[in-house]
Nanobody, 129 residues
Framework: QTQLVESGGGSVQAGGSLRLSCTTSRYTIKGRCMAWFRQAPGKEREAVAA????????RYADSAKDRFTFYQDNNKNTLYLHMNNLKAEDTAMYYCAAIPWRDVCDSDYWGSPDKYNLWGQGTQVTVSS
């Protein structure tokens, strides 16, 4: 189901920054396991980061650690992913995903796309070197 809306993608040079947004008008984002995935042409969808929006630590793929950070604005019902020091290999379509259950975020399966039942249509990130 496509019920999340992403925005914030664009084209930047290597070393630049972008802020991706994920929101929905149908649910509250609070109290869900929410994640960002990305998919480059010809490659499988891979997990970038996940967070339980009811309070808890975030999970980051090795490729995202120390460069990407979550920010949650409950007033705007929006989850943000701040991406700094972008690299050419970050180029991909980025998707927001969600599931109402915390245990997905706490488990080793947080990076499995099939654990999430809500998805957005994606926002393109292009990083030129």
């Amino acid at each position: 189901q496509t019920q999340l809306v992403e925005s914030g993608g664009g084209s930047v040079q290597a070393g630049g920054s972008l802020r991706l947004s994920c929101t929905t008008s149908r649910y509250t984002i609070k109290g869900r396991c929410m994640a960002w995935f990305r998919q480059a042409p010809g490659k499988e969808r891979e997990a970038v980061a996940a967070i339980y929006t009811g309070g808890g630590g975030a999970r980051y793929a090795d490729s995202a650690k120390d460069r990407f950070t979550f920010y949650q604005d409950n007033n705007k019902n929006t989850l943000y992913l701040h991406m700094n020091n972008l690299k050419a290999e970050d180029t991909a379509m980025y998707y927001c995903a969600a599931i109402p259950w915390r245990d997905v975020c706490d488990s080793d399966y947080w990076g499995s796309p099939d654990k999430y039942n809500l998805w957005g249509q994606g926002t393109q990130v292009t990083v030129s070197s």
